[in-house]
Each structure stands twice: as structure tokens, then as C-alpha cells.
């Protein structure tokens, strides 16, 4: 029999361990915003989830394999709200709508919950050579939705400006620096502030035929 078709307790492994993993990855996120991922210790995040070391090594090998297993939830749960977003966009609409709508579904899946953001916009930066690759490869990710995905839904016969990836590159920028200052404001404004500065920016990265 094999692993998906065994029991425990009346639950299939698979389902035990994928919860077990979703434990590790939010009990991770919210400490290593709470704290400071560099103070957190493998330690803390076992007790965060209330699970032990045996389970943790059972899902990964090392502290800094969760964090980035949970910058990866992060960011594939933006992806996906992004997608909804233009799944949603009236073709009719016009550049600044579309462009609010998916900037908009970003910025709202990311905000939703500081903890997150703070984990995707401050706490993986400078964290090892390994963290910095693989946010390079995500912001190459987030360059093809943008030239792929993106433009063309919002404007017809657009391209964005520069080499492949700059255009991204350079709105990702943006949003990490803006992010990280809402982040540490005090009151922090609503979600939407963010939206409204970074839209037109995002208008002037995209050429329009």
C-alpha cells in the first residue's frame, strides 16, 4: 500500500503532513516578522508550531528551508490573486483600471496580513548568497507574468520597456522600497496609498503601439 493510501488515526498520511507543513510555514512566517528571522532559532519555530524537530526534519532540512518554503507561499499566493484579477478584467476597461486591478491584487494579497509582508519584503534580504539567487528567480518569474501575462490582457499590442525582465525589475524595486516603508510607518496607511503611487509608475514602464 502505498503512502497516500495509508491511514493514521482515521487521516491519510498525506493529508497529516501537508497540514503539518502549512504549521511549520505559518508559524514561520509570523515569527521570523515577529522577531527577526536572524534571531529566530530552529528552536523557536518548532515551538511556534507546536510540532517537534523530528516532524521539522521530516518536511525540511535546514531553518533557512523554511523560510524560503514560506516566501514561496507568499509569492505564489500573490501570483494566483494577480491571476484572478485578470481572469476578472473587463477587456473593455481601460490602461489605469487594468493596471490598478493587478497592482491592486498584489499589493492586497501581500498586505493582507503584515506578517507576510514583512517576511517577503524584509526579512529574506541579504539572508545568504542561496536567498538572493532564488529571489533573482522569482523576480525572472514575476518579469514574464508581467511581459507575458499582464500587458498584453491590459493593453493590446503593448510591450514593456527595455530588455526582457528590466521593466519588472524595476516596478519590483519600487514595490520593495515602498513596502518597506509602509511596513515601518507608524500609523501605516491603507494598502491602497501604496496602489495609488505605484499605478502611473507602473503605466510608464509599458509601451503602448
Given at each position: 500500500?502505498?503512502?497516500?493510501?495509508?491511514?493514521?488515526?482515521?487521516?491519510?498520511?498525506?493529508?497529516?503532513?501537508?497540514?503539518?507543513?502549512?504549521?511549520?510555514?505559518?508559524?514561520?512566517?509570523?515569527?521570523?516578522?515577529?522577531?527577526?528571522?536572524?534571531?529566530?532559532?530552529?528552536?523557536?519555530?518548532?515551538?511556534?508550531?507546536?510540532?517537534?524537530?523530528?516532524?521539522?526534519?521530516?518536511?525540511?532540512?535546514?531553518?533557512?528551508?523554511?523560510?524560503?518554503?514560506?516566501?514561496?507561499?507568499?509569492?505564489?499566493?500573490?501570483?494566483?490573486?494577480?491571476?484572478?484579477?485578470?481572469?476578472?478584467?473587463?477587456?473593455?476597461?481601460?490602461?489605469?483600471?487594468?493596471?490598478?486591478?493587478?497592482?491592486?491584487?498584489?499589493?492586497?494579497?501581500?498586505?493582507?496580513?503584515?506578517?507576510?509582508?514583512?517576511?517577503?519584503?524584509?526579512?529574506?534580504?541579504?539572508?545568504?548568497?542561496?536567498?538572493?539567487?532564488?529571489?533573482?528567480?522569482?523576480?525572472?518569474?514575476?518579469?514574464?507574468?508581467?511581459?507575458?501575462?499582464?500587458?498584453?490582457?491590459?493593453?493590446?499590442?503593448?510591450?514593456?520597456?527595455?530588455?526582457?525582465?528590466?521593466?519588472?525589475?524595476?516596478?519590483?524595486?519600487?514595490?520593495?522600497?515602498?513596502?518597506?516603508?509602509?511596513?515601518?510607518?507608524?500609523?501605516?496607511?491603507?494598502?491602497?496609498?501604496?496602489?495609488?503611487?505605484l499605478v502611473p509608475l507602473a503605466l510608464s514602464l509599458i509601451e503602448t503601439p
Open positions: 500500500m502505498t503512502i497516500v493510501g495509508r491511514q493514521y488515526g482515521g487521516r491519510a498520511v498525506v493529508e497529516r503532513k501537508a497540514e503539518r507543513r502549512l504549521r511549520f510555514l505559518e508559524a514561520a512566517t509570523r515569527i521570523f516578522a515577529e522577531r527577526g528571522y536572524a534571531a529566530c532559532s530552529l528552536a523557536d519555530v518548532c515551538a511556534a508550531a507546536g510540532l517537534s524537530k523530528r516532524q521539522f526534519y521530516e518536511e525540511f532540512q535546514t531553518r533557512e528551508d523554511v523560510l524560503v518554503a514560506a516566501y514561496d507561499r507568499i509569492q505564489d499566493e500573490a501570483a494566483a490573486a494577480v491571476f484572478a484579477a485578470l481572469t476578472t478584467l473587463d477587456p473593455r476597461a481601460d490602461l489605469h483600471t487594468g493596471m490598478n486591478a493587478v497592482v491592486g491584487a498584489f499589493l492586497g494579497s501581500m498586505g493582507a496580513d503584515p506578517y507576510r509582508a514583512k517576511v517577503a519584503f524584509i526579512e529574506v534580504v541579504g539572508v545568504s548568497e542561496r536567498m538572493e539567487r532564488h529571489r533573482r528567480e522569482r523576480r525572472h518569474l514575476w518579469g514574464t507574468v508581467l511581459e507575458s501575462r499582464v500587458v498584453p490582457a491590459i493593453v493590446h499590442g503593448g510591450r514593456a520597456r527595455g530588455e526582457s525582465g528590466w521593466a519588472a525589475s524595476a516596478l519590483i524595486g519600487a514595490i520593495n522600497g515602498l513596502s518597506q516603508e509602509w511596513l515601518l510607518a507608524e500609523p501605516r496607511p491603507p494598502v491602497s496609498a501604496l496602489v495609488d503611487l
